[in-house]
């Protein structure tokens, strides 16, 4: 069964400070993995789009790794602001019209 | 550039009661999406159409219809409302498999 875990599922730091989030994953065959963010009441924002060659994007400060081998993603938030304060979405799609979305991670930026 | 448009933001509905939930973009995009988000859970695909005239089920298509006569339109229809169909409902459409999806702000609607 397709399945991409998130962790941590909730996550708390300071203003300024760097964090990780990570995304496990059993999609198989695997197309691409992207990362939204999700701010409350709204709909996902894509971040960025890894394909199976692709090891590190980024985005401004977001910056996402992909291990295609151990099927293993992580998103690097430098820097953060309040803005940041979200859900953010891991998803991985594999065959025709197969995504598998995370349940997300809920971050909290507090000043 | 209005992206996706989802209406409306909020709605109650009665058991049994039936509604159209109605979703446009103006990105000329050839794939739509409906998706479903539970609290706690990750999205779920309803419905999905790969160009005007063609639509085909998710992993979720039950109790639920859609139609896609024009590129820009893709309504979702809940024929007899369930308790079990409460959930925040979104809109999203990509210019091709595999490409950027992009949402709208969604739909929540609650079935008593």
């Known amino acids: 069964k397709n399945q991409v875990e998130q962790s941590p599922q909730s996550l708390i730091i300071l203003e300024g400070k760097n964090c990780t989030l990570q995304c496990n994953y059993t999609v198989s065959p695997f197309s691409n993995l992207r990362w939204y963010k999700q701010d409350t009441g709204r709909g996902p924002v894509s971040l960025t789009i890894?394909?199976?060659?692709?090891n590190t994007k980024s985005n401004g400060r977001y910056t996402a790794t992909l291990d295609a081998d151990t099927k293993q993603s992580s998103l690097h938030i430098t820097a953060s602001q309040l803005s940041d304060s979200a859900s953010y979405i891991c998803?991985?799609?594999?065959?025709?019209?197969?995504?598998?979305f995370g349940t997300g991670t809920k971050l909290q930026v507090i000043p | 550039n209005a992206g996706v448009t989802q209406t409306p933001k909020f709605r109650i509905l009665k058991i049994g009661q039936s509604m159209t939930l109605q979703c446009t973009q103006d990105m000329n995009h050839n794939y739509m999406y409906w998706y479903r988000q539970d609290p706690g859970m990750g999205l779920k695909l309803i419905y999905y159409s790969v160009g005007a005239g063609i639509t085909d089920k998710g992993e979720v298509p039950n109790g639920y219809n859609v139609s896609r006569s024009t590129t820009e339109d893709f309504p979702l229809r809940l024929e007899l409302a369930a308790p079990s169909q409460t959930s925040v409902y979104f809109c999203?459409?990509?210019?091709?498999?595999?490409?950027?999806?992009?949402f709208g702000q969604g739909t929540r609607l609650t079935v008593v």
């Open positions: 890894m394909t199976f060659s692709e």
């Open positions: 998803v991985v799609a594999g065959g025709y019209q197969k995504v598998t």
């Open positions: 999203a459409s990509s210019y091709s498999q595999g490409l950027e999806a992009f």
